[in-house]
């Protein structure tokens, strides 16, 4: 499972709830699960969602990590689970990262290629929207 944390994931404490119960069960169920986390912690979620869900789930720190990082976290559902941490800062490369198919057993994904292919073939009037709405917000 891939899931791209969005801000709607992060705009209550309800909404915070929801998306590391979901991530807990797939992951209890022996689904490997990567969350890309491409915004910083906030006060719901101080941590980060990744740690929210390791939490649930182990109770100790993914890694060490600055305020302002983002990360993606790839987590091997086998046996004994296993995270996989890569920070993220603005304006850097987003790293491959694995994905996990089977305990131990994994492809990386090419998150920076992809995303420069997918906005490549964006049609331009959602490229303007996208590009106004960065523009406008507000920079923490």
């Known amino acids: ?27 209890r169920n022996g689904i ?6 491409l915004f910083p912690p906030g006060p719901r ?6 740690q929210a869900i390791w939490d649930e789930l182990v109770g100790e720190p993914l890694a060490t990590r600055t305020a302002d990082q ?4 790839s987590i091997d559902a086998g046996e004994a689970l296993t995270a996989y941490v890569d920070s993220l ?30 906005w490549n ?6 490229r303007d929207l996208v590009t106004q709405a960065r523009d406008v917000a507000p920079r923490t």
Do not use: C
Not at 70 to 73: E, K, T
């Open 121 to 126: 073939v964006t049609p331009q009037p959602i």
């Open 70 to 73: 983002s990360r993606l976290v």
């Open 32 to 37: 490997h699960f990567l969350v890309i986390d």
């Open 45 to 50: 979620d101080p941590d980060g969602i990744a």
């Open 1 to 27: 499972m891939i899931e791209v944390v969005s801000p709607g994931n992060k705009d209550s404490q309800r909404a915070i709830a929801s998306f590391v119960a979901k991530a807990v069960d797939f992951l």
């Open 89 to 118: 800062s603005v304006g850097n490369p987003l790293p491959e990262s694995p994905l996990f198919l089977a305990p131990g057993w994994y492809v990386n994904v090419p998150l920076e290629q992809t995303y420069e292919a997918s």
